[in-house]
Each structure stands twice: as C-alpha cells, then as structure tokens.
C-alpha cells in the first residue's frame, strides 16, 4: 500500500513536472518567433520574393532553431537578437543560408527551352507561379525532388524542372552574362539548323528570347544556346542585347507592341508571348522596350510614379499602368492605358476595352474598380 502511494507521489510528481517544461518550452518558443517576424518583417516581408522560415524546436534537452533564408543580413541579425534577448538558453544554431549551405557551387541556371515554367512547389502537378524565357538568368537556391528552386532576373521565386534548365557555378554564370548576346524581338518564330528555312528546325523562339552570338550576317545569323545547341534565325528578327536593354521608353512603340499581342490566350501563371495573365501581359510589353516590371499586379502598383486620377482619365497618357480591383485592400488586374478611353488587358484573352460608356466595348466593371494609375520612366 506504502509502495503504490509512493508511486502515485513520483507520477502526479512528473505530470506536475512535465507541465512546468512545457509552459516553459512554449515561452521560450513564443519569444523566438516573436523575434523570427520581426526579422521577416524587415528583411524578408513578401514570400514571392524572399525567404525567411524559423522553427524552434526542443531535441533532447538541446533548443534548436531550424530553417533556412536567402538574406545573410536577416541570418546574422536574427541571431544577434536571439542572443542577446534570450540569454538564459542556449540555442543550436541550423538556419541554412541559400544558396551557400546547400548547392555545392551550383548557383546559376538558364532555360533551355523557349519557355520555362516555373511552380509553387517541385511537383508537375503544382500551380504555375510564373514562367522565364529561353536565355534570361536564374539564380538557383536550392534543389529538391528534381526541382531547382530559383529567382528570376524579376526577383519572383519559383520551381523549375531541372531538366528544363542548363546549370552551372559561378564561371558558368560569368561566361553566359559576359557573352555577346542577341535577343529575338519578333512574336514567335523557329531556329534552323543551317541558315535556310527549307533546313531542320532546333527548336522553337519568342520574343525575348536570349541566344549566344557565334556570327551576325547581313540575312542569317548563327547562335548558341545555353545547353551547347547551334542554330540560325533571319538577322532581321534580332536585336543585340546591350541595345535591347537600352532600349529608350518610347511609348508609341510600348502601345504598338501591346496591340500586336491583342488576341493571345489568357494562362494565369503565364508570362510570355503565347501565352500570358494581367500582369504577366504588361510585363512582356515593357521586357521588349528595355524595362523589366515587378512580377504581378499588386507589386506593379508600386512602380514608377502615381498618375492624378482626378477627371479620370484627363491625366492620363498612353503607357500608363492601371490598377485595378475591386477589393479597396488588395489590387488584382492590372492593364495599359492606350489614350483615347481606351486600354489593352489580358483577360480571357489579350483585348482591348473602353471607358467610354458610348463605346461598344466599354467595360463598366472595369471603369468601377480603378485603384490607381502608375506612369513608368527609366
């Protein structure tokens, strides 16, 4: 009888215990992620762009902290702050900085094919965030399950099947960047294998399309790819890049290459010139005159300066970005203001629409859920 008091004693004893670690556990873990956000919020605010994941976590008897980031700024001064705010423990530091901790070298890749998609998570069957074009670079953070985990020359993060891409270290990425470069700037069209339309097709090409410049002549013109193909395009449809990228904001030609996409399918995801969503459209548009837009339409609310909406759209000029939406906490459309009333949008398809209510195609949705207007300059 003595015994099993005495047994009931340590049991109750340990529950008391095992409560008082627990409570205690979880300030500790509260504290850390207090901390964690503070650090997100700062260095690392928007998931599209940047990654911060903390995770506290108790391993026998060791607090460890878990995750990983692509800012060593946000990793340094993390745990400075976990140091010096919580001193009565001692943490097992294991957040990883990408690419460093995890790619052996492998830090750079570009698409092989004309178009690159890329996902939310590495599977096949994810939803598509985005999509980079044949020659742009990526910067790669990390690889998992066939996937390398990359950010576009846009900043916009991203899976992408790691056969679809052609990687390298750091020389690779020096000697892609430093080579001669030409960019396609028609809509679409096909490389050969010898410099005849009668030859083989390499592949398929779209505009912004990046090849390697091996010789320009007057009619055709021999390119490398990433991967070590060869081919040749009609030198008419390609442009040097240093020029591409010089490229002076004219907007009547921004309004004419906007009008030559009229008709192409809307993808939501999608950013290139056969298919493309809202901001996807108004990103490839200004791509082909020089200017590389924020990825989607609630970043490009922030580009360039803000346009008086008053008398709307008295202060408008072509180019303009509109906003759209019709949430007054959150932008979801974005189109491009043509003058005369008038913009272009993808939705459904690249169309053109009105706010002229005596217009046939007036958009009175639209015309209601203007949020703002942004004018771009270089």
């Not at 001692?90 to 830090?107: A, K, R, S, T, W």
């Amino acid at each position: 009888m003595l015994l099993k008091k005495n047994l009931n004693r340590i049991f109750i004893t340990l529950i008391v215990f095992s409560h008082f670690i627990l409570a205690d556990t979880t300030d500790v873990f509260n504290r850390v992620n207090e901390i964690s956000e503070s650090i997100k919020k700062q260095y690392c605010p928007d998931k599209r762009t940047s990654v911060w994941t903390v995770t506290p976590q108790l391993i026998n008897n060791q607090y460890v902290l878990n995750g990983e980031t692509d800012n060593p700024t946000a990793r340094s001064e993390f745990y400075q702050k976990i140091e010096t705010t919580i001193q009565d423990i001692e943490f097992e530091n294991n957040i990883l900085l990408l690419p460093d901790d995890v790619m052996n070298g492998i830090i750079f890749a570009v698409p092989k094919n004309s178009i690159a998609i890329l996902r939310r998570r590495p599977s096949v069957s994810e939803e598509m965030v985005t999509q980079s074009l044949r020659g742009l670079p990526l910067d790669i953070l990390k690889h998992e399950r066939g996937f390398y985990f990359v950010r576009t020359d846009d900043g916009y993060l991203g899976w992408v099947s790691d056969d679809r891409v052609h990687e390298g270290d750091i020389t690779f990425k020096e000697d892609w960047m430093n080579a001669p470069q030409v960019v396609y700037i028609d809509l679409e069209g096909m490389v050969y294998k010898k410099a005849s339309e009668k030859s083989q097709p390499v592949s398929d090409v779209v505009m912004g399309n990046r090849f390697r410049l091996i010789e320009k002549k007057r009619k055709w013109t021999e390119v490398g790819y990433p991967d070590g193909r060869e081919g040749y395009i009609p030198s008419k449809s390609l442009e040097n890049l240093d020029d591409y990228l010089n490229r002076p904001l004219d907007f009547d030609q921004i309004v004419r290459t906007a009008k030559s996409l009229i008709g192409r399918p809307y993808m939501w995801g999608a950013a290139s010139p056969k298919q493309m969503d809202c901001s996807g459209f108004t990103q490839i548009v200004f791509r082909q005159h020089g200017y590389i837009l924020q990825r989607d339409a609630s970043m490009q609310f922030y580009e360039g300066t803000a346009v008086d909406t008053t008398n709307f759209p008295e202060n408008l000029k072509p180019g303009d970005l509109i906003l759209f939406s019709p949430y007054p906490d959150r932008i979801t459309h974005v189109g491009l203001y043509i003058g005369n009333y008038e913009f272009i949008h993808s939705s459904g398809r690249v169309r053109l629409d009105s706010f002229n209510p005596d217009d046939q195609h007036y958009n009175n949705y639209r015309r209601r859920s203007i949020r703002g207007v942004r004018r771009i300059s270089k």
